[in-house]
């Protein structure tokens, strides 16, 4: 009797600890679960700060670069903007001011005026925008051996210099910091990833804004 008595409360707390055991492990996995698909408000984003930022410079440049024969640069100084874009080895360039843009041939050493067309003049700050109203999650990765906190925006394609989705449900696209900094900028679609180096300055050279007086005109 004492026997089957020690039997049953062996099973009996066999059976509690399995219980807590279980216990600790949903809980555990339900934390992580919701770490990894928590949304932090657009308000707190490092992206919100730095377009704040931004809107209130009169000058700054922005530079994003996959490698040599493909980047993005973009300056503006008050009401002018300047791009130079290498896509593929290919470049175009287009200066926008007095209400205007034109496109830049340096290999011909021509323009071309697009009367009242600004359509490039807020390029960046656009883009920002866009984005800077989206949720979005956080997470660390390291590229190029180092650690660098993210800030991660389902179905936005907006910096990206290849072919994705465009606001397609499985694209995705991760803003690194180096501390408030943006230093790199991901874009994810399944397997096929893009990383781009980002680089912001405060310095413009206003010459860019200049067409040459050589440059036939059209």
Known sequence: ?????????ISVIAIVILLIIAGIVWYLIGNNKNSDTTLYSNETSNINKIYDTLQTKENFSFK????????????????????DTVYNGKQSKYIIKDGNSYLVDDETKASYTYLNNQTKLNMVINQLEEIKKLDYKKGKEKINGKNYYYEEYSGVTNFAMGDFTKDGQDVKTRIYYDGDEIVYMKTIEGEKQET????ISYDV?????????NYKKY
Do not use: G, H, R
């Open 1 to 9: 009797m004492e026997k089957k008595k020690k039997i049953i409360l």
């Open 205 to 213: 050279n206003q010459s860019l804004f200049q067409i040459p007086e």
């Open 196 to 199: 781009l180096k980002v680089e």
């Open 64 to 83: 994003l670069t996959l490698d040599d024969n493909n980047y993005m640069y973009y300056a503006k100084s008050n009401n002018m903007a300047y791009t």
